[in-house]
């Protein structure tokens, strides 16, 4: 009988170890779950990105040692109608955890929209922008002080950073962006730190609406999903390691 039990638990063992060797040989399904991210550049390809209220991406935008870039030199070669903010157009997100990483040139000014949607005379009617600039280089090129609204990791025109612990790189090296939105909060991190939060759609939100730079504009931050957008602003910029995972 002991050898009987021995011999039953050595054969449960080996199908064991047979059914564990198996399971890891076995196709992974290609379909991502809820927790994984989901490349919108890698690095490789612009398949999925074009024009704001276009059909094709603008040729000035290319990939460069791996980094989507706003090319500037090949505006003397291409005509393009309309302008050259980008989105990426395969699919629109409502909750998300958005990520990358992007470095300017001394005053280059830029900017990641979300929820947005088309049809109107450029993002920045509808969409809220989480802010990109040369804080410093910018108002030494121009000349001009800058309000706190304007600068890097702003909720344009509507939240500012925490510059306590604000930690912007200089202008030619690689920052890290993140955004995180859900109806509850919303999250603005800059090289792993987070700079602000605040609640989309609270009364404290619609107050800053009404009272200032977009008051005139009705349908700005309405929509609660969108397409994920890059803004150009006429100045060199590198984007690279973008990518998105749904909450």
């Given at each position: 009988?002991?050898?009987?039990?021995?011999?039953?638990?050595?054969?449960?063992?080996?199908?064991?170890?047979?059914?564990?060797?198996?399971?890891?040989?076995?196709?992974?399904?290609?379909?991502?779950?809820?927790?994984?991210?989901?490349?919108?550049?890698?690095?490789?390809?612009?398949?999925?990105?074009?024009?704001?209220?276009?059909?094709?991406?603008?040729?000035?935008?290319?990939?460069?040692?791996?980094?989507?870039?706003?090319?500037?030199?090949?505006?003397?070669?291409?005509?393009?109608?309309?302008?050259k903010d980008i989105i990426y157009g395969a699919e629109q997100f409502d909750n998300f955890e958005l990520y990358l990483e992007w470095k300017l040139p001394k005053g280059g000014n830029s900017g990641?929209?979300?929820?947005?949607?088309?049809?109107?005379?450029?993002?920045?009617?509808?969409?809220?922008?989480?802010?990109?600039?040369?804080?410093?280089?910018?108002?030494?090129?121009?000349?001009?002080?800058?309000?706190?609204?304007?600068?890097?990791?702003?909720?344009?025109?509507?939240?500012?950073?925490?510059?306590?612990?604000?930690?912007?790189?200089?202008?030619?090296?690689?920052?890290?962006?993140?955004?995180?939105?859900?109806?509850?909060?919303?999250?603005?991190?800059?090289?792993?730190?987070?700079?602000?939060?605040?609640?989309?759609?609270?009364?404290?939100?619609?107050?800053?609406?009404?009272?200032?730079?977009?008051?005139?504009?009705?349908?700005y931050g309405k929509f609660k999903t969108g397409y994920i957008g890059l803004q150009d602003h006429d100045s060199p910029l590198w984007f690279r390691n973008i990518k998105i995972k749904r909450l």
């Amino acid at each position: 009988m002991k050898q009987l039990i021995v011999l039953t638990l050595f054969v449960l063992l080996l199908c064991a170890c047979t059914t564990e060797k198996k399971s890891d040989t076995e196709p992974q399904s290609p379909v991502l779950d809820a927790d994984e991210w989901i490349y919108l550049f890698d690095g490789t390809s612009t398949d999925g990105w074009r024009a704001y209220d276009g059909e094709t991406l603008p040729k000035q935008w290319v990939i460069k040692d791996g980094a989507l870039t706003f090319d500037t030199e090949k505006k003397l070669e291409f005509e393009f109608e309309g302008g050259k903010d980008i989105i990426y157009g395969a699919e629109q997100f409502d909750n998300f955890e958005l990520y990358l990483e992007w470095k300017l040139p001394k005053g280059g000014n830029s900017g990641v929209f979300y929820h947005l949607k088309e049809g109107y005379e450029g993002p920045y009617e509808v969409s809220p922008e989480y802010q990109l600039l040369d804080d410093v280089g910018w108002e030494e090129i121009n000349n001009a002080k800058l309000e706190e609204w304007q600068k890097t990791a702003a909720d344009y025109a509507m939240h500012i950073p925490d510059n306590n612990v604000k930690n912007l790189r200089p202008a030619g090296e690689w920052n890290t962006t993140m955004i995180r939105f859900t109806p509850e909060l919303v999250e603005h991190w800059l090289n792993g730190v987070k700079v602000l939060s605040f609640e989309p759609w609270s009364e404290d939100w619609y107050k800053r609406k009404a009272a200032g730079k977009w008051k005139d504009y009705p349908d700005y931050g309405k929509f609660k999903t969108g397409y994920i957008g890059l803004q150009d602003h006429d100045s060199p910029l590198w984007f690279r390691n973008i990518k998105i995972k749904r909450l």
